[in-house]
């Protein structure tokens, strides 16, 4: 069995307000559709496994970059997206948080009569993911969160979070079943992250010995702890940071929404007229949908797409994010009548913000960005869970300078 990574995640309190969950589960949908369209259910449970792309997902959706509650949002956001159009995409979403979780077995054996699939034989793979992480591993946390991920041809991906009174994290943890092997041996690929010591993991190949000895006496506690494991720790602070933002990657986003000439460019390939702002949005989420996994090292880049809800770096702008929307399901529901102009568009910003950024290797000045984003989101409807009620919309007064 791979399990890709896990995450540590800082509790972030409050609820994701209507206004934004709602653009989530459209937004959400509309990305992971386009993922199927390029690359196959199989690539979007690879990509749902990597804790970076899983963060950068949440980000350009809209929520706080490195809160724990992107994982919550997310999942719920997908499972409320995809279940309704479970026929036609042949993806699945199954548990969630709390009681949701517990709910997990029977929702995948009603799934599996449906669709004829081994429902024992999931269900069995949903508790051994739950148990490894919540039991065999002894590094603290206990799990709440469960989300199963179902293809129709039986594939899955499993994202789960738990929670450490002790330390006030959340750590969330992906499992993907494409290399099945052992639940019970080696079912951990390497996780960079922060040294944290030696902890007690029974599933390690080298403990071996320690599960003969629990199987036979069941109160013993093995001597020897037999493992390292690194973590991927998000930091505490909550403000998103240049040290947490690939500027270079960063401005070449911006150089290609805000130049003149590069935009009409993008605007062509895109075959759109929308404006810089949108586009600078879109060339994130097309990143999301076609970029390598390398790309998503920084996952707090993925933010100024549109901001979050705590308002960091800014806050969502709503007429971004709708207007991105449009674009987005236009661009689907037209390569559903095989006009692929418009969807194949996407992935050629993708390659054209690469090549501004090893071309132009352009930098974005941190702060003046932010300044920017700040400045203009009332003109673009932006919003916040600190909002009583809806912003303003104003026009900004002029432009600043994105590069230093």
């Not at 949002?73 to 517990?102: D, I, P, T, W, Y």
């Not at 034989?121 to 799990?143: H, K, M, W, Y």
């Amino acid at each position: 069995m791979k399990r890709s990574g896990s995450a540590d995640l800082p509790l972030h309190g409050g609820r994701v307000p209507p206004w934004l969950a709602e653009r989530m589960e459209r937004l959400g949908t509309a990305i992971v559709e386009s993922i199927l369209y390029h690359y196959g259910p199989a690539e979007f449970l690879s990509r749902l496994s990597d804790p970076f792309w899983f963060q950068a997902l949440g980000s350009v959706m809209g929520m706080d970059w490195h809160s724990s509650g992107i994982t919550t949002s997310v999942m719920s956001a997908l499972k409320r997206g995809l279940n309704v159009r479970s026929h036609e995409l042949g993806l699945f979403v199954c548990g969630g948080r709390g009681r949701q979780s517990r709910n997990t077995p029977a929702e995948l054996l009603a799934i599996s009569d449906r669709i004829g699939l081994d429902g024992a034989s999931l269900v069995r793979a949903s508790r051994l993911t739950a148990r490894v992480d919540n039991n065999a591993i002894a590094d603290g946390f206990q799990i709440y969160l469960h989300s199963f991920v179902l293809t129709s041809s039986g594939d899955w991906a499993v994202v789960q979070q738990g929670l450490n009174d002790a330390s006030g994290l959340a750590r969330r943890y992906h499992w993907h079943s494409a290399n099945v092997r052992d639940f019970t041996c080696e079912p951990h690929t390497a996780i960079a992250g922060i040294h944290e010591g030696v902890i007690l993991n029974m599933v390690d190949r080298r403990a071996k010995p320690a599960q003969n000895a629990v199987l036979t006496i069941a109160a013993d506690t093995p001597e020897k702890t037999l493992r390292e494991v690194q973590r991927l720790i998000m930091p505490r602070s909550h403000a998103v940071r240049a040290s947490d933002v690939n500027l270079k990657r960063l401005g070449a986003v911006l150089a290609v929404s805000h130049d003149r000439q590069l935009r009409d460019f993008a605007s062509l390939l895109l075959l759109e007229n929308v404006g810089p702002r949108t586009l600078q949005t879109l060339a994130l989420v097309a990143e999301v949908v076609h970029g390598a996994p390398s790309r998503f090292s920084d996952p707090a880049r993925f933010s100024f797409a549109l901001g979050g809800k705590d308002r960091h770096p800014f806050p969502v702008p709503l007429k971004t994010y709708d207007e991105s929307l449009a674009v987005l399901r236009r661009s689907l529901n037209a390569a559903k009548l095989g006009r692929t102009d418009k969807i194949d568009g996407f992935k050629r910003l993708d390659t054209l913000v690469r090549r501004v950024e090893q071309q132009y290797r352009p930098e974005a000045d941190f702060e003046r960005v932010v300044e920017y984003e700040r400045a203009i989101s009332p003109a673009l409807g932006g919003r916040s869970v600190f909002d009583r009620r809806k912003a303003k919309r104003a026009k900004p007064k002029g432009q600043l300078s994105l590069f230093s």
